[in-house]
């Protein structure tokens, strides 16, 4: 047997190496720049003995040295991986050329750029195919990209695994309507949608708690507490900072008050592994991680060490480069074509948009679901990735648009390659594919008002108001995954003077807070200081309600006309809240308990019967606050696995889709993850 194998792998170096060569013959007669003979001219087989020569050389050189530039690329900005990775690919070339014993070959640096790209895809495409009939070779294919040779050769349990895989954003509703429409063959063969074959899977839809954003679920799902996460965004009167979720330095802080609170290390504990996410799930193999992307380079932080996995592979450098700018040139089209056709409603998507959407919708996702598949293979127990695609493209074309189905089309692929891996695993798997929130469309709050929160707030307190209205930054979780990958700190804009409020935003959910204030203020203290400002909130059209604390009642929601209700009162009359559906109450209730609330809680207008809503940032399609279809994320699961929720309770909140996910484990004989939450003890 080892002998075949090692004739099958000579085998099918040769096919490639004989491939490259025509390859470079082919484009040797086609471009003008690039030359194969001497200026005098030479015999045929000359020439051929040249390009076999240079073919040899470039794949070594692709081999050998290409991941030693990929470690340098590591220190590289994520969003100029495109470029690097077409110049460097034509400069082994050239060197490959140079190189060349028969002394021929010479090409323009513009156009070896051309033919090493050429070159490189038909030997991946070349060397895929034929290790695609061998198993062997498309598991050690497999394993090299993710880098996981040394694992592998361990020996694994076999009991089944558990690997979970987040469709960031997208929405119960939405994943339904993408099967009835065919956008997802994958999943629509789970789920049996056609009728002819029995299903494998299960859909379940759950709730979320009122911050409906994937700081607050993740955390839940991964460490089992969403305590204290009352927004994407907060300001934190005992620090005197802005926690964002995305911002690596408040991600961590989160992490270890997560684990501090439940004292559990996380879901991922024992031999699991975190992929694309903001927290790490107490995993030991962590890639494009945000909670570790500051943290000094070290055996324990592999914030960025997917990449290497990934682009080790010249081939896959160039697909991902090559796709890349596909994507910047399918987003130009699609913002152009939605501007002449005067689509409303629209935001702007110009700036670095289109870097930051190719990057979420190409990359992250390249580097993700191939880190994914070696985990497969190498056999881990527990392996949870995000995928964020669809939620950076809903957010700018809105969650129903032709854009956004697009992403779901190319996510479905990525769920199949991912399915396909567990064939090829050395254990069984059970793959869970879940979301952390859905997106409720509707036009921002600026567009249909003309001015942002910010405005309204400084208006209300008796502070001027600027004539051009500010903006908030939105993407953000293409956004983290960038911070991941560049392992920077970029902080927003820091709060406001003390004097005057601090207002931030986190979809249809608004923060005010007072910095000046050490407590959290009461309605009475706020009407004493500020009149103006409850009032002006509370009855303008663009919010649906108010939620601040009351010396009187402990807490009181406030709604339009004067509409005044204690929050021990909302079970028998909920007022404005009767419009945001079922768990509406019991979501501000929560939210009302912890330390960390805002002064004024704020959330938008919400209409029931088309599930819109008006985001304080610049967004068409949101999430963070209630209303519609953002607070309705799904779980879908094997058949093989217990009913998610128990007597047919339905799930609210992400830590009892922590408890779900647990039981799972639990249920495929897994390790139970450990109390013990410190990582220098356990790994000790």
């Known amino acids: 047997m080892g002998w075949r194998r090692v004739a099958g792998q000579i085998g099918r170096s040769v096919t490639v190496w004989a491939v490259s060569t025509l390859t470079m013959l ?58 690097l990775v077409f110049f460097l690919n034509g400069s082994l070339l050239l060197l490959a050329l140079r190189l060349n014993p028969s002394g021929r070959g010479e090409v323009a640096p513009e156009t070896a750029v051309i033919v090493a790209a050429v070159m490189s895809a038909v030997a991946s495409a070349t060397g895929g195919a034929l290790a695609v009939r061998d198993d062997d070779a498309y598991r050690r294919r497999l394993l090299r990209l993710a880098d996981r040779r040394r694992r592998a050769t361990l020996p694994c349990a076999s009991t089944p695994g558990l690997v979970c895989v987040q469709l960031d954003g997208v929405g119960h509703d939405v994943l339904t309507a993408a099967v009835r429409e065919g956008l997802m063959p994958t999943v629509a063969r789970w789920l049996a949608a056609d009728g002819i074959i029995p299903p494998t899977h299960r859909l379940t839809a759950w709730r979320t708690d009122w911050s409906s954003q994937t700081g607050a679920s993740q955390l839940g799902i991964l460490h089992g507490s969403t305590y204290d996460v009352p927004a994407f965004r907060w300001y934190e009167k005992d620090r005197g900072e802005v926690m964002v979720c995305n911002r690596p330095t408040s991600a961590a802080e989160l992490q270890r008050r997560a684990t501090a609170r439940t004292g559990e290390a996380g879901l991922l504990a024992v ?8 927290f790490s799930g107490g995993a030991g193999e962590q890639a494009l991680v945000l909670s570790i992307a500051t943290r000094r380079r070290g055996r324990e932080n592999r914030s960025r060490a997917g990449y290497f996995a990934y682009f080790s592979d010249p081939a896959n450098a160039v697909r ?114 879940l979301s952390d929130h859905g997106q409720s469309p509707g036009e921002t709050f600026r567009s249909r008002y003309g001015l942002t929160l910010t405005d309204l707030v400084r208006a209300g307190s008796g502070l001027p108001v600027p004539r051009g209205a500010g903006r908030t930054p939105s993407g953000a979780e293409a956004r983290a995954a960038v911070r991941a990958a560049l392992g920077r700190d970029d902080a927003e804009s820091g709060p406001a003077p003390r004097s005057e409020p601090v207002v931030l935003a986190s979809g249809n959910l608004g923060l005010v807070s007072f910095p000046d204030v050490p407590h959290r203020m009461t309605k009475e203290e706020i009407d004493a200081r500020h009149p103006a400002l409850l009032p002006t909130l509370a009855n303008h059209p663009g919010i649906g309600f108010l939620l601040v604390r009351s010396a009187a009642h402990d807490g009181v929601v406030l709604g339009p006309c004067g509409t005044e209700i204690p929050l021990a009162e909302l079970d028998e009359r909920p007022g404005p809240l009767a419009r945001f559906g079922p768990g509406a109450v019991d979501a501000v209730r929560r939210t009302h308990a912890f330390p960390h609330t805002a002064d004024i809680m704020v959330n938008s207008w919400h209409d029931p019967a088309t599930g819109q809503i008006h985001a304080f940032e610049e967004q068409i399609g949101s999430h963070g606050g209630l209303g519609g279809a953002q607070s309705h994320p799904f779980l879908l699961s094997p058949l093989t696995l217990s009913v998610p929720g128990e007597d047919g309770e339905a799930l609210t909140g992400a ?6 996910l647990r039981r799972w484990l639990g249920e495929l004989n897994g390790p139970e993850v450990p109390l013990d939450a410190d990582p220098e003890r356990r790994a000790a």
């Open 26 to 83: 082919l484009l040797a007669g086609l471009l003008p720049d690039f030359r194969l003979q001497s200026p005098d001219g030479d015999s045929a087989t000359r020439i051929a003995v040249t390009a076999a020569c240079g073919a040899g050389a470039f794949g070594l050189l692709s081999a050998l040295v290409w991941p030693l530039l990929v470690r340098m690329l590591l220190l590289v900005p994520a969003l100029f991986l495109g470029l």
């Open 271 to 278: 031999d699991g592994a975190s992929r694309g996410n903001l």
């Open 320 to 433: 991902t480069a090559l796709s890349f700018f596909a994507e910047i040139g399918r987003e130009i089209g699609q913002s152009t074509r939605a501007r002449f056709a005067r689509a409303h409603p629209r935001v702007g998507r110009g700036g670095l948009y289109p870097l930051v959407r190719a990057f979420a919708t190409v990359v992250e996702r390249d580097v993700v679901v191939a880190a994914v598949m070696g985990d497969l293979l190498a056999g881990r127990t527990a392996v949870y990735a995000d995928l964020v695609a669809y939620d950076e493209v809903a957010h700018h074309s809105g969650p129903d648009s032709r854009d956004a189905r697009q992403v779901l089309r190319r996510l479905d692929r990525s769920l199949a390659l991912i399915e396909k891996a567990t064939e090829h695993a050395p254990r069984p798997y059970r793959l869970v594919v």
């Open 655 to 660: 830590e009892r889709v922590h408890g779900v």
